[in-house]
């Protein structure tokens, strides 16, 4: 931020707090200690990052008030062209920025879109051939018998995603989750020994199961796909290719990612949040090929409801400031830091998923420290340190306790976190996991929820880690009063 943006924002936010505060004092405490919340600790989350002012300035407006059921041009509302304007800017910006034949800027969240997607390959795949066959034009022409045979044939298909232990996603068909209830699912891993996709083994999955859908993306698997690779097994097995790049798709936006690992050319359809390292608001989108395209223009109604007018607007926003060069810098050296995190771990004699990292995160198994992974966030977070538990392939402490602990670059790198930063960081974390303890139970018996982090430890990482935090603020000018 110049100097004259951090005063302006200083003055709007200044004012909205006290507009805010004159309703409901305690809202806005608790906004300015999130602030300095944010600002006072290491926040090493690999999902989060720090959304500009510009962003955020943009979700506190009256583009709130406005239902906007439909499409653009095509809404179930009177008096939406303003919101129109904003939808198609969003739109733009995506395509521009991604390549992609198609953008949908509505879903709400990362699983929004997801269920957008699944939803939109159902129909294009499965709903559409089966009303041919019953002579239908649309749903609203089918009896009663055939609405059940539809819905025998939609609740009936196949979806291959990666196991969560391997670094998939929930909505990757993760029984709990309702992407597992709505598939027969199965789920492909990594190799045993390195922990790497072996994409021989992957293509003997799909021939085998032969699903509708094949799921690629991670939100917790340290290394590049190649989606050229993964295109040319669902083609094979006659799938549609889904990729959800929600956590890479800074690096794809900033062009860390190009040719067979870009997703966007092979994917059928991709879809992604727009916050982690695409540094925007909270929020889903999906991009689609042509032939997809009408299906995931029907999201709303189809999964959604009204789109959020002013998240679309920020992430219009969001979208113009990615397609500069300033962020395609960024997003190098988000990649370039989580080497050289890796690196200080390994190093020191840390245990890490792969052995190492090519994108924008990091897995560490702590269980060679004889922890758990959420004892170790727990004392982490006593030292000022944000990170997640996270399973490691094969996990044996379950997906709650789990063995790992995933650590991201991206939101330190929007502070300005460099090289040096990241190296003493890896030290930091060292320091915490080598002085901690595992507790027992009242039993006596081995516990995998407390700890005990030795004496001074956590005031020892507090003070180092200010010496960064200060030498790199967040929002640096960002005045309130």
Known sequence: MTDSVAATASTAYDAALKVIASVEPRIAEATRRELEDQRGSLKLIASENYASPAVLLTMGTWLSDKYAEGTVGHRFYAGCQNVDTVESLAAEHARELFGADYAYVQPHSGIDANLVAFWS?????????????????????????????????????????????????????????????????????????????????????????????????????????????????????????????????????????????????????????????????RGGMVLAQKEFAADVDRGCPMVLGGPLSHVMAAKAVALAEARTDEFKAYAQNVADNAKTLADGFMSRGTKLVTDGTDNHLVLLDVSSYGLTGRQAESALLDAGVVTNRNSVPNDANGAWYTSGVRLGTPALTTRGFGKDEFDKVSELIVDVLSNTQPGVTKAGSPSKASYKLADGVADRVRAASAELLDANPLYPGLQLS
């Not at 992957?202 to 340290?222: D, Q, T």
């Not at 290719?241 to 690992?261: C, P, R, S, Y």
């Open 121 to 281: 390959i159902l129909a294009n795949r499965v709903e559409t051939p089966a009303l041919a066959k019953l002579g239908a034009k649309n749903v609203n022409e089918l009896t009663e018998a055939d609405w059940e045979t539809l819905r025998g044939e939609l609740g009936n298909q196949r979806l291959l995603g990666m196991s969560l232990d391997a670094g998939g996603h929930l909505t990757h068909g993760f029984r709990p989750n309702i992407s597992g209830k709505m598939f027969h699912q199965q789920q492909y891993g990594t190799d045993p020994a390195t922990g790497l996709l072996d994409y021989d083994a992957v293509a003997a999955k799909a021939r085998e199961f032969k699903p509708l859908i094949m799921v690629a993306g991670y939100s917790a698997y340290p290394r590049r796909v190649n989606f050229a690779k993964m295109r040319e097994i669902a083609d094979e097995v006659g799938a549609v290719l889904m990729v959800d790049m929600a956590h890479f798709a800074g690096l794809v936006a900033g062009k860390v990612f190009t040719g067979d690992e870009d997703p966007i050319p092979f994917g059928h359809v991709v879809t992604t949040t727009t916050h982690k390292s695409l540094r925007g608001p």
